[in-house]
């Protein structure tokens, strides 16, 4: 039987295991927690969800339900998981995260081809392997990759926002809805919403975060020991710090995380000027987090500061934002679209170390990474998705970017050909034409070549 070493027992590991032993392949996977923590995770369980329990959106006309109606084509066990394990969150796909994660370890742990080991890998194995360490790559593993590749890691800080108990939140000033209650009619209630119905108000709030206290950053070196230095300017743009975003104009919250539109206040006749929005965090939804608030503040300071949002004045902390280091190599230099890396046709890379970002973008990379190992364990080509797929896009993005500029990418239609001319004008028509052809061309694809 054909062997394969899979090193990362994150979302894109397990769906990886998960991919290449449904064809057969024997698989060692390996973790390092609980062994060696990460700082970030609090569980030994696979597929943690570190940040948010969002999955993004389950709309087809938006960039994120395009890739889950993909990965459904292509059958992914994690996405499977992720919807028996949801939450209410309107169109979105939120998950009870330690239901989730534990779920997931059941599969891995219960597969006859999947042998689990807890232990760090240092170095990079020999033999056919899927590296899908993750952001939070030990050192001794990041300094290998760092020698194979040639070039220096890249990375950037990346945060966690609060988890608020739901029962220290003031319903008599916070009210639930969603944000497009009036197209999702059975999505109405799904968040809990504090408002800032005075335009003062939100700005005497946004004057109290620029000026709060943050977290020293450690030096890269610090962390991985490698002599390389970071900036605390190195965000990834995506998952700013809420604090950072403040302190890009007076307005920036309000058209971001704080955006108001959508969410009216049933006791208030017009709209509220900005909105903090609390998503429901674990099955019993006594938890909640704070949407769009991932930030680098004291933990003094996040009491202070966010117990000033109308409806927190009482917020009592079940988990507090957090910013941890997260690490993506020079995948343009050093990966093909099929996830193989140039110099060595056998090893595969997967996950957020690639430069795709997200969950949704990690579980479909692990995905592919499987199926192409497996495919080469079986002397078969391993397979290029097309492009007008969104996680052929994706993986296009990661190996032919520019490095002048290169971030880490979400799944998004700006990254995929131009759709051919047509009368839709509106971004969600101009979204449903794009996860048509998607559909279209993944299924034609699938029936001329064999994915099993």
């Not at 996405?79 to 370890?105: C, M």
């Not at 206040?265 to 704070?290: E, F, H």
């Not at 492009?387 to 880490?408: I, N």
Request: aromatic share 8%.
């Amino acid at each position: 039987m054909q062997e394969l070493t899979i090193i990362g027992g994150g979302l894109a590991g397990a769906e990886a295991a998960w991919q290449a032993a449904q064809r057969g392949i024997q698989v060692r996977l390996y973790e390092m927690r609980p062994q060696r923590e990460t700082g970030a995770h609090l569980t030994p369980h696979l597929a943690e969800l570190v940040c948010s329990n969002s999955l993004g959106s389950n709309q087809e006309n938006r960039a994120s339900g395009t890739l889950k109606a993909e990965l459904r084509q292509l059958g992914s066990l994690l996405l499977t998981l992720a919807e028996e394990n949801a939450l209410p969150a309107g169109s979105a796909l939120a998950v009870d995260r330690a239901a989730f994660a534990q779920a997931v370890t059941r599969a891995i742990e219960s597969h006859p081809r999947i042998e689990l080991i807890r232990e760090e890998v240092t170095e990079i194995p020999a033999g056919a392997a899927i590296l899908a360490s993750g952001p939070l790559t030990s050192p001794a593993l990041a300094r290998a990759l760092a020698a194979f590749s040639g070039e220096e890691n890249l990375y950037f800080f990346d945060a966690i926002a609060p988890i608020i108990e739901a029962a220290s939140i003031d319903m008599s000033i916070a009210y639930r809805a969603s944000r497009w209650d009036e197209t999702d009619p059975e999505a109405s209630g799904d968040y809990i919403n504090c408002p800032f119905h005075q335009k003062e108000e939100y700005l005497a709030f946004v004057e109290t975060l620029q000026n709060a206290q943050r977290i020293t950053l450690k030096p890269f070196e610090e962390e991985m020991e490698s002599g390389v230095t970071a900036g605390e300017n190195q965000f990834f743009e995506g998952c700013l710090p809420v604090e950072i975003i403040a302190r890009r104009g007076t307005k920036a919250l309000a058209y971001g995380p704080m955006r108001p539109v959508g969410l009216n206040d049933p006791r208030v006749p017009r709209r509220p000027y900005a909105v903090v929005q609390l998503r429901q965090d674990n099955l019993a939804g006594d938890l909640y987090n704070m949407v769009g608030f991932q930030t680098n503040l004291t933990f003094s300071e996040q009491r202070r500061v966010f117990r000033s949002i109308p409806g927190l004045q009482n917020a009592e902390f079940a988990r507090y934002g957090q910013m941890h280091r997260n690490t993506f190599l020079a995948s343009p230099k050093i990966l093909l679209p099929t996830l193989q890396t140039k110099a060595r046709p056998n090893l595969f890379l997967a996950g957020q170390i690639t430069g795709v970002e997200g969950y949704m973008g990690n579980i479909a990379t692990g995905l592919l990474a499987g199926i192409n190992a497996a495919r080469l364990l079986g002397n078969r080509q391993p397979l290029e998705l097309p492009r007008e797929t969104m996680l052929g896009a994706l993986c296009w993005y990661v190996t032919h970017a520019s490095m002048k500029d290169f971030q880490p990418m979400k799944a998004n239609f700006g990254i995929l050909p131009p759709l051919p001319p047509s009368d839709a004008k509106s971004k969600r028509e101009r979204g449903a034409l794009h996860a048509a052809r998607s559909a279209q061309v993944l299924r034609e694809m699938m029936e001329n070549v064999a994915f099993g």
